[in-house]
Structure formats: structure tokens, C-alpha cells
Nanobody
Framework: VQLQASGGGLVQAGGSLRLSCAAS????????MGWFRQAPGKEREFVGR????????YYADSVKGRFTISRDNAKNTMYLQMNILKPEDTAVYYC?????????????WGQGTLVTVSS
């Protein structure tokens, strides 16, 4: 599966932004999808993930209650709605995919989209 993230940009603290992750192929609905981010000078960190049907999501504590992951399997697209953004949310955001069976690792990655939150 090939992934392409989009929707990044510059936003003021307290604002909102929605990222999209478009996937190629007809098997999108069989993948667990995740969002990750990497801030300047820091290691990549997990943001959240959504299972195949979309009814099961899990978030990092740092974004819980502010970010929402959803997916539209008919459109082969996953979304990350980010609300109440903080300067510390500034990072390159990546979407990733992994098969529902097997190791808990993400072998497929998009190219990343930059989110900058100004104070």
C-alpha cells in the first residue's frame, strides 16, 4: 500500500487542522492505520491508531481529548482532526499502515506533512 499525507500548515495555538492520508490499492480496509509525528530534534513518536472498521481508536496521552482519528474505507482515506493545537504539537506528521495480523510494526509509511503551531 502507498500512502500520502496532506493537510499540514501553519496554525495559531488553540486552532484546528485536519490531516488526510490517502492510500492506494483495494486492501485499505484490511490495514490498521496510524499517525506518528516527529518534532525538530526529537525522535518520532506515536500519535494514535485506528483499526480496520474505524470503531476502535487509541491515542497517546499527549493528544487524547484533542485529536480524533477517523477513516473512510470507501475513499481509502484516514483523517486526523487536531483541535486545541499547542506549540508543542509542531512536527512533521506521518501516516502509516500495518497488516491486522502479524508483528506490531508499521511497514508502510507516507512522506509526512508539516504542522507548525505558533504561540
Amino acid at each position: 500500500v502507498q500512502l500520502q499525507a496532506s493537510g499540514g500548515g501553519l496554525v495559531q495555538a488553540g486552532g484546528s487542522l485536519r490531516l488526510s492520508c490517502a492510500a492506494s490499492g483495494r486492501t485499505f480496509s484490511t490495514y490498521i492505520m496510524g499517525w506518528f509525528r516527529q518534532a525538530p530534534g526529537k525522535e518520532r513518536e506515536f500519535v494514535g491508531r485506528i483499526r480496520m472498521s474505524g470503531g476502535d481508536t487509541y491515542y497517546a496521552d499527549s493528544v487524547k481529548g484533542r485529536f480524533t482519528i477517523s477513516r473512510d474505507n470507501a475513499k481509502n482515506t484516514m483523517y486526523l482532526q487536531m483541535n486545541i493545537l499547542k506549540p508543542e504539537d509542531t512536527a512533521v506528521y506521518y501516516c502509516a499502515a500495518r497488516p491486522s495480523i502479524g508483528a506490531d510494526e508499521y511497514p508502510y509509511w507516507g512522506q509526512g506533512t508539516l504542522v507548525t503551531v505558533s504561540s
